[in-house]
């Protein structure tokens, strides 16, 4: 079996912000719920780390009225979307952005919380990513970060085209397509997916993971029936040598834009998601060096 393919963030741009703008509700849910839980001590500055094209960092700028709100990507493709969509919004006296490779955060500014949405995963090791993150929360400031949760699922289970469970099957090749990504990622560590075990090796006090839904049922407008397609076309891509003959065929129907079965026409299609969103705390004092003084005597 081949490499898996990696993927060129700034080519996929406009999916990207697609997606982003068709699943606002949870990012829009999340950021209400971090604000509760920052409300005794609103953050000042925020940073949405791996920020893609801003659609998130526009959100939380909204939410946040009083923040500065920093977009940190690698790409300024991406960024220069994040910037076009703050100034759209009139957002653009708190919204920055910054190009910066998350490997090395030494030139990020401190902030009261970060946000990091899908992005930890890209690293080989997680855990020293979350405490490079962590490196820049100020004291008592908050990491949210948005890992896991659900597959996401937009057809029925039974198409009408080929065989039933085209989706799960997708599912179980994505997990196998994953797997290897990681490991493939330099400097690749294993670790159990329990990410607030990860937030404490990094040095932080995990709080607690809320999941987040989008439920978008069928009928879909135009934008959302253009999402579906833009993922399964991601799938058929990205698992172009993994797919069953039979299961790339029906996918190939779906995705026909002329095909009265695909899903630019079809009624039954919908969008359900689940993301999960996990938390914790930098220590309210930033952690005293530990001198032989400082140590309990015996
Ligand atoms: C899956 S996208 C997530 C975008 C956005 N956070 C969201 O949830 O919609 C991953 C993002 O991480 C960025 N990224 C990947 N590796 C990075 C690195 N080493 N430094 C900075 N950004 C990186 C990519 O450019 C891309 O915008």
């Not at 029925?156 to 997708?170: F, K, S, V, Y």
Request: charged share 30%; aromatic share 4%.
């Amino acid at each position: 079996m081949s490499r898996p393919r990696t993927v060129d963030w700034a080519a996929v741009a406009d999916e990207l912000e697609q997606l982003a703008r068709v699943r606002s509700a949870w990012q829009r849910a999340a950021a209400r719920w971090l604000a509760e839980l920052t409300a005794d001590s609103p953050p000042r500055r925020i940073l949405d780390v791996g920020s893609g094209p801003g659609v998130t960092t526009c959100l939380l700028a909204r939410q946040f009225p009083e923040a500065e709100v920093l977009a940190v990507d690698v790409q300024p493709e991406l960024l220069a979307r994040a910037a076009a969509l703050a100034g759209r919004l009139g957002l653009d006296a708190r919204v920055r952005t910054r190009r910066l490779d998350l490997n090395d955060v030494t030139e990020l500014p401190t902030a009261d919380l970060i946000w990091a949405s899908s992005v930890v995963h890209h690293f080989g090791d997680q855990v020293a990513m979350l405490a490079r993150l962590a490196s820049r929360i100020s004291p008592g400031g908050l990491l949210a970060v948005a890992e896991g949760g659900l597959p996401s699922r937009f057809l029925p289970r039974d198409t009408g085209i080929g065989r039933p469970g085209l989706q799960a099957r997708l599912d179980a090749l994505m997990e196998d397509w994953f797997t290897e990504r990681r490991h493939a990622a330099p400097g690749s560590v294993r670790r159990v997916d329990d990410w607030l075990a990860l937030l404490a090796a990094a040095g932080l006090r995990p709080r607690r993971s809320r999941t987040f839904l989008v439920d978008l049922p069928s009928p879909l407008d135009d934008e959302a029936r253009d999402h579906v397609r833009s993922m399964l076309a991601r799938l058929r891509d990205l698992l172009a040598d993994r797919i069953e003959a039979d299961d790339r065929a029906q996918l190939e129907r779906l995705l026909d834009p002329r095909a009265d079965e695909g899903v630019l026409r079809r009624p039954d299609v919908f969008v359900l998601a689940a993301t999960t969103v996990h938390i914790a705390h930098t220590p309210a004092t930033p952690p005293r060096p530990r001198t032989p003084a400082a140590r309990a005597t015996p």
